[in-house]
């Protein structure tokens, strides 16, 4: 039986990288032939309203998840349970995220970089975790800076409003830890990968850390070479 599901799921993974890097190299070079005139506001706005329908939908179905985590523990009460809990923890982020941008910010970016990493491969560590899933978010500090903390400064709390007092702008501080986080991050998602695939004697585990090679070097790419928005859009939608 599992043999039958490996031969069936295997191929419509391998399908599904194949079709995000595909969609990762169509993006890059569609910006370095387009990018700058008005062809790029429409691929910026086509990401936007991309996000829109495809993000609000998955986050509203987070209660699928609670259903099948709290089912066995508390049965039928489950939405007791989950949905205070759910709010609560969305309290207490938007409280974060304006009393305390830096740091609610900043531990936002590594939850979500966490989640995604775990979601692309439930058996790695946390730190790897972290790191592969959190590309999109370290490479864009890194490789576009000044984007990013124009991003932010549409989403920070004025800090009029923040215990944090500072001259430095809080968006430009996030985007600096960002950095230094992404300095030591960006390497370890690239080279986890890179023993096994080049070096590795089982050639299933070659080939499964290759495809995870290349999935990493193509949200390299395209974070680096696209806006945020387009490769966020891009790995969120296509690839997460």
């Not at 936002?108 to 058996?123: I, N, P, Q, V, Y």
């Not at 999109?136 to 490789?143: P, R």
């Not at 800076?145 to 809080?170: D, G, K, Q």
């Amino acid at each position: 039986m599992f043999a039958g599901f490996s031969l069936r799921v295997m191929p419509a993974m391998r399908r599904h990288s194949v079709a995000y890097v595909i969609v990762c190299a169509l993006a890059v070079a569609g910006w370095w032939a387009f990018g700058g005139n008005a062809t790029s506001s429409a691929i910026v706005l086509s990401a936007a309203i991309s996000i829109a329908a495809v993000g609000v939908p998955h986050g509203g179905l987070d209660h699928w998840l609670g259903r099948r985590l709290l089912m066995g523990w508390c049965g039928s009460a489950w939405p007791l349970v989950f949905f205070p809990s759910y709010l609560m923890v969305g309290m207490a982020v938007a409280l974060g995220w304006v009393l305390l941008p830096l740091i609610g910010i900043f531990c936002f970016f590594l939850l979500s970089a966490w989640h995604f990493g775990r979601e692309e491969d439930k058996g790695q560590s946390m730190i790897t975790a972290i790191a592969s899933g959190g590309l999109v978010i370290w490479v864009a500090a890194l490789a576009r800076p000044a984007e990013m903390v124009e991003i932010l400064n549409a989403l920070v709390v004025s800090p009029h409003f923040s215990f944090w007092r500072s001259n430095v702008s809080t968006a430009v501080m996030i985007v600096d830890a960002t950095r230094v986080m992404g300095l030591i991050l960006v390497p370890m998602a690239v080279f986890a990968a890179f023993p096994v695939t080049f070096f590795g004697v089982d050639g299933v585990a070659r080939r499964r850390e290759g495809n995870r090679l290349l999935l990493r070097l193509a949200t390299i790419a395209v974070t680096c070479w696209t806006p945020i928005l387009v490769s966020f859009t891009i790995y969120f939608c296509v690839w997460h």
